[in-house]
């Protein structure tokens, strides 16, 4: 159990690019779980997938944003048209079940600064 | 709507004890987790807590309370390395995590 994994861990882009980010959860975990973090805040819910399935996606999400778990073992995350705002902490997690006790495991995050 | 609230930040001293409130209200409840956050760090499980009552780890203890909607987690013999940010979250009717802001804890020697 290598944990969970991201990566880039931090990226810097210009006002407008598309970016992309890869979390790589533990194996055996089936639901996987992305969210976004500022200075001083909690994780704010993004998205969850069940194997490759996406369950459920915030409504505060803009369709700039857009998830994929294709084989329902690795994630990524796209934001098109970055801007300003979309600079947080991402940060992905995984779970076993999260009907049950199940805690999340959280990767170290992708800090993105857009400029 | 669906509220976490706890203090934003608290000070404590090396060797005493601290406790970080934890209220809220949200629809459903299916457990209450704690999460520590070290500066620029990934969250980690602390503890988690469906029943009433105190569950004790080492020097970390969670208390809930369902009727009041309130929680609390005691940290005791602080250490340095507790310096951190303590996030209580909870799991709503649809087991999705509704997350406070985090409290900042600063430990001076």
């Known amino acids: 159990d290598t944990g969970v994994s991201q990566n880039p861990r931090h990226k810097i882009t210009k006002r407008g690019q598309n970016v992309t980010f890869r979390c790589d959860p533990i194996?055996?975990?089936?639901?996987l779980y992305w969210y976004r973090q500022t200075l001083g805040q909690g994780p704010e819910f993004l998205t969850y997938?069940?194997?490759?399935?996406?369950?459920?996606k915030s409504r505060l999400l803009s369709d700039r944003f857009s998830a994929e778990r294709p084989k329902g073992s690795f994630s990524t995350l796209e934001i098109q048209r970055t801007e300003q705002g979309d600079s947080a902490m991402y940060l992905c997690?995984?779970?076993?079940?999260?009907?049950?006790?199940?805690?999340?495991?959280f990767g170290n995050g992708t800090r993105l600064t857009v400029t | 709507g669906q509220n976490i609230d706890q203090p934003t930040e608290m000070t404590a001293t090396e060797g005493a004890i601290v406790q970080i409130n934890c209220t809220y209200q949200?629809?459903?409840?299916?457990?209450l987790f704690w999460y520590q956050q070290h500066a620029g760090e990934a969250p980690t499980f602390l503890s988690y807590?469906?029943l009433d009552g105190l569950e004790e780890k080492g020097r970390f203890s969670s208390f809930l309370s369902r009727s009041k909607g309130y929680s609390y987690l005691l940290l005791k013999e602080l250490q340095m390395k507790d310096s951190a940010s303590y996030l209580c979250?909870?799991?709503?009717?649809?087991?999705?995590?509704?997350w406070g802001a985090g409290t900042k804890l600063i430990i001076k020697p």
């Open positions: 194996s055996e975990h089936n639901r």
């Open positions: 807590n469906v």
């Open positions: 997690a995984s779970s076993f079940d999260s009907s049950y006790n199940s805690p999340l495991h």
């Open positions: 949200t629809s459903g409840f299916n457990g």
């Open positions: 997938f069940q194997n490759e399935a996406q369950l459920e």
């Open positions: 979250a909870v799991a709503d009717s649809n087991y999705q995590l509704i």
